[in-house]
């Protein structure tokens, strides 16, 4: 368990053993060291309970409400460990005691009947504005939403902070996220303040409370959240402590739209994984080329508009051109960047996130909506509302880069040249191919809030105080991994895991996708599966005529210096692909090793005949003449090789050998000392069965380096 007090820890070992008595023992020891009454009342309670138990079993009596019994014991322990977890964090945290500190110093009515009182009362007095005065409406709507925000952000911290719920809460707050007439933005602000909630402490309740809600809400993007919150909030550690985890898992997993939806957001979140990677890509590669079209120039006072040059079309008449071009080019390539998944905006906002309006948690995850109070007073001072609303409602934005958008603007906007802001006054302005418009698909608003929770975990100035499931996570349980999971293993998802591993090896998360190996079982386990793996041979005898099986074996062998088998799986390789070059030059490679260099020699000589220009045939026929005393016609392909422009430390390494057996000493000393290591002699076999002894060698070593 992440974040966990060290004092804690001889506890939870217990309790995620599912050892109910020694985890009695162990919270005992604990109380002693850091004593409270409360709890230690409620401890011995359940001690006296377990005893008794404990005491008929002992006698031998049968007792078929035992294992029902030692459960309901064992969740009740853990909620005595968990409030304590719970304590100890909020006590090491600054931040944590402050915000629960906010939620409470207050005097209020935190009763379920009086948030959704609150909530309902809202939602009503704003549907009667419409009845009052144009004159008075607009200050009576920011009255209205500025107290609920105040309202709404004290709840978010309140469940942000709250201990573990108990069924009647649970049920409370379920019906109030499924009501039509709660507003669906507090809806959505409740998922995700539960979600972080659950993150930190595991709570039974209120992870059943986020798969209901994902089951039964009407409204899209409260169902979506529940989704990402259930699934990041799973824990393995639990399941000997509440079975009903994976109950409730194998019954959403009878549906095969929430096999996909779970197989979609696996994949969506390894693109969010993916946001500092793209952000470079944007920063080092595309940005350089948008810049050097040089129309305008970024000054201290904004953009500026650079004059023309009148001979530049008289010297150069298609440069405009060539620089629309690369222009259109870089900008379609982030456009397909963004059409991939790719999170294109994440380097752009990042810096936009140091504005006040961010100072609250809760306006990380709220979503936007152009009434919220605190960014007011940015929108009554937009120059280009028109320009700026259209740019919200449709570019692919998440919403905390929404937010920073607004409040960028007014700045932004202010400073642009003359002609472009005549350009927007007369709404010719347009997105383009990036303004894909509204989607409100599942998956779209999926990724808009990993976005969100993305940008959060990342850049709010408090999340070390949080559990953040975007870490390089080094537990047992990586929720940015849940595939792999003992959860979902023997389900629908089995079948799926294929394509996430492709998926995680094209975006190189090569740890990732071996811990999803591991979790795919054997009657998934395919050629593709066993090359990934990289057990070649075994890929070979699921698919003998698998060409990636066959080479990665051949490379294998190769390597383990198993010539003979390597050379076996070139032959199969050339009869299913006849004349192939890398594998007629590797099998030649293969037989130099083998000292079979007839063989070889018939391979090269046919390979330097189709592809005479070929450096590499041309470094293989040389060694392998060398290695069969033809010196005279090897020295002439060095000295070939010697005045071409790709000559490596190698060559000049094998040209030594040739002209060291030679008998050409000094022209060898030369060519070694132009090598990586002059002095390094890996093959003193093969010099010595070209009668070149130890003594030599020690004599050509001085000689290299005088």
Avoid at 55 to 62: A, H, I, L, Q, S
Avoid at 391 to 402: E, R
Avoid at 517 to 532: G, N
């Amino acid at each position: 368990m992440k974040s966990l007090d060290h004092s804690l820890e001889p506890v939870f070992r217990q309790i995620r053993e599912g050892n109910c008595g020694m985890a009695i023992a162990e919270l005992e020891v604990y109380l002693s060291a850091w004593p409270d009454g409360q709890t230690t009342d409620r401890l011995n309670v359940l001690k006296e309970e377990y005893e008794l138990m404990a005491g008929y079993w002992r006698k031998g009596v049968d007792d078929p409400q035992r294992q029902e019994q030692y459960q309901r014991l064992l969740q009740q322990v853990y909620l005595i460990f968990a409030n304590i977890a719970m304590y100890r964090r909020l006590q090491a945290s600054s931040f944590l005691v402050a915000l629960h500190q906010s939620a409470r110093k207050q005097v209020r009515d935190w009763s379920l009947s009086a948030i959704r009182h609150e909530m309902e009362n809202f939602v009503s007095e704003i549907a009667m504005l419409e009845f009052e005065a144009e004159n008075k409406r607009k200050e009576k709507s920011r009255a209205l939403y500025k107290a609920h925000q105040q309202q709404v952000n004290m709840l978010f911290n309140y469940i942000v902070t709250s201990r573990m719920w108990t069924n009647s809460v649970g049920k409370g707050f379920t019906e109030l996220l499924l009501s039509p007439t709660i507003d669906n933005i507090d809806q959505q602000l409740i998922v995700s303040a539960i979600t972080i909630s659950l993150m930190s402490q595991f709570d039974m309740v209120k992870f059943r409370l986020l798969t209901d809600v994902y089951r039964q809400a009407t409204d899209e993007h409260v169902r979506q959240r529940a989704l990402v919150g259930w699934v990041f909030s799973l824990d393995d550690t639990m399941r000997n402590v509440y079975p009903e985890q994976q109950t409730i898992v194998d019954d959403l997993l009878k549906s095969d739209a929430v096999c996909q939806e779970l197989t979609e957001l696996q994949m969506q979140l390894l693109l969010t994984l993916n946001a500092e990677k793209d952000n470079d890509i944007i920063r080092n590669e595309i940005m350089p080329d948008l810049m050097k079209n040089d129309a305008f120039q970024i000054t201290r006072n904004g953009i500026e508009e650079v004059e023309e040059d009148p001979l530049e079309d008289v010297l150069h008449p298609d440069a405009s051109e060539r620089r629309m071009e690369q222009l259109e080019a870089s900008m379609q390539r982030m456009i397909d960047m963004q059409k991939q998944g790719s999170d294109v905006y994440f380097g752009g906002f990042a810096q936009m996130k140091r504005y006040p309006f961010f100072y609250d948690m809760s306006n990380w995850l709220v979503p936007f909506y152009i009434d919220h109070p605190d960014i007011a007073q940015f929108v009554d001072r937009l120059e280009f509302q028109r320009f700026v609303r259209s740019i919200l409602s449709k570019g692919p934005f998440c919403n905390s880069d929404k937010y920073s958008f607004v409040i960028a603007s007014m700045e932004v906007l202010s400073r642009l040249p003359a002609s472009i802001r005549d350009v927007i006054r007369s709404n010719e302005a347009s997105l383009g191919e990036l303004a894909l418009g509204e989607n409100q698909t599942s998956a779209y608003l999926r990724r808009i809030y990993l976005m969100d929770l993305y940008r959060f975990f990342r850049l709010f100035p408090n999340r070390a105080a949080l559990n953040n499931p975007f870490e390089d996570s080094t537990q047992e349980y990586d929720t940015l991994n849940f595939f792999s999971y003992v959860f979902f293993a023997g389900t629908q998802l089995d079948a799926q895991k294929h394509s996430v591993v492709r998926m995680m090896k094209k975006y190189q998360f090569d740890k990732m996708a071996k811990n999803m190996l591991i979790a795919i079982p054997r009657r998934y386990r395919d050629a593709q599966y066993y090359i990934w793996a990289e057990q070649y041979e075994k890929a070979v005898e699921v698919d003998p005529s698998n060409e990636q099986a066959l080479s990665g074996a051949a490379r294998h062998a190769f390597k383990n210096s198993e010539y003979d088998k390597a050379n076996d799986y070139y032959d199969r390789l050339l009869l299913l692909f006849p004349g192939k070059k890398n594998y007629m030059l590797n099998k030649a490679v293969c037989l130099v090793q083998l000292e079979d260099y007839e063989e070889a020699l018939k391979l090269l000589y046919e390979l330097d005949y189709e592809y005479a220009d070929d450096v590499n045939v041309q470094r293989v026929l040389a060694w392998t003449l060398t290695c069969d005393s033809r010196l005279e016609q090897a020295a002439a392909i060095y000295e070939q090789l010697m005045t071409g422009e790709k000559v490596i430390a190698e060559d000049h390494l094998n040209y030594g050998y040739c002209l060291w057996v030679m008998g050409r000493i000094d022209d060898a000393a030369e060519h070694f000392r132009k090598s990586n290591n002059p002095i390094d002699f890996p093959d003193i076999y093969w010099l010595s069965k070209r009668g070149i002894d130890k003594l030599q060698i020690r004599m050509m070593k001085a000689l290299i380096r005088s």
